[in-house]
């Protein structure tokens, strides 16, 4: 009798053993595939460069940013109306990053202070995919001070006040764990544009800042599996006025922006869906599709 209850509960204690295994593979797999869809590992780089006019991207050779499919879209809000919000970093990366306008989460200005009241991509993401790995590389700090908290999702936050290509490099080494979400913030673009307005070494920043775009989609494309699908949105903050020396206003070279995108669903979607000018809402908003996030209303 002793010796059979040995067994049964032997049995038991196996059964319980593979039953743990068996959840532990599970909760491992869930945690090495965080955005999981169709079997395929959706993954999204945001690449924003900091005051590059979109005029002038037009007009110089960029290989790599011909690798993209790029459109028009608009920042400022809509004029004369609520959303309208200043063509300035701060208000301009909070609605890149929260799919609203400045009427919304509430950066209005560049001000360290001010905290958005949306969450951004980082929270949203995080709140679905909550193994998901975040990573953030900038050169403006005042992106986190205006994103507080949201920012503690992302399992890297670097801050790289020397120059882009230092970001990059740390950009391109932090790529190597494959994270869900990486941001990226380029600023030698905007500062070329302050110091010099449009002039040969504006051109050049630019020329620079496609060269680095190049080096990016190379290790994604030379490093992803089959099964990882990675949509790129490249972007800008602003336009410039006439001089290229400002930006804060409401001119149409002020207001006019782009993006690029490898996916050409999300480009067609602004011909085949879109009728009229795309805001700058559009990108957390596509990124959020993609990712099958509920967009924000
Ligand atoms: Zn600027």
Redesign the pocket.
């Known amino acids: 009798m002793i010796i059979n209850l040995c067994l049964i509960s032997n049995k038991r204690l196996k059964i319980s053993i593979n039953y743990l295994l068996f959840i532990t593979l599970l909760s491992l797999s869930f945690l090495t595939v965080a955005v999981t869809m169709n079997k395929e590992e959706r993954k999204v780089i945001l690449i924003g460069i900091?005051?590059m006019d979109y005029q002038t991207l037009q007009r110089l050779a960029t290989p790599n940013f011909d690798r993209l499919y790029t459109s028009e879209l608009f920042t400022g809000g809509e004029l004369n109306t609520e959303t309208e919000q200043q063509t300035?970093?701060g208000p301009s990366w909070a609605t890149i990053l929260t799919g609203v306008w400045a009427n919304q989460h509430q950066i209005i200005k560049n001000d360290k202070n001010l905290k958005s009241a949306t969450p951004s991509l980082f929270d949203r993401i995080n709140q679905v995919y909550p193994q998901a790995k975040l990573i953030s590389v900038i050169r403006w700090d005042t992106i986190y001070d205006n994103l507080y908290s949201d920012i503690s999702f992302a399992q890297h936050k670097i801050v790289i006040k020397e120059h882009d290509f230092k970001a990059v490099e740390k950009f391109i080494e932090l790529l190597k764990n494959k994270p869900d979400f990486a941001f990226l913030h380029l600023d030698d673009v905007?500062?070329a544009?302050?110091d010099f307005g449009f002039s040969k070494e504006y051109d050049q920043s630019i020329i620079d800042a496609d060269l680095m775009l190049g080096k990016i989609i190379d290790v994604i494309e030379n490093n992803k599996q089959v099964n990882e699908k990675y949509l790129i949105i490249v972007t800008t903050?602003?336009g410039r006025n006439n001089s290229g020396k400002?930006?804060g206003g409401q001119s149409n070279s002020e207001k006019i922006t782009f993006y690029a995108t490898n996916n050409d669903f999300y480009h067609r979607k602004k011909t085949l869906q879109i009728t009229g000018a795309i805001p700058q809402t559009y990108i957390a908003n596509s990124i959020l599709d993609y990712l099958h996030v509920t967009p924000l209303k």
């Open positions: 900091d005051g300035y970093s905007d500062h544009g302050h903050d602003h400002e930006h």
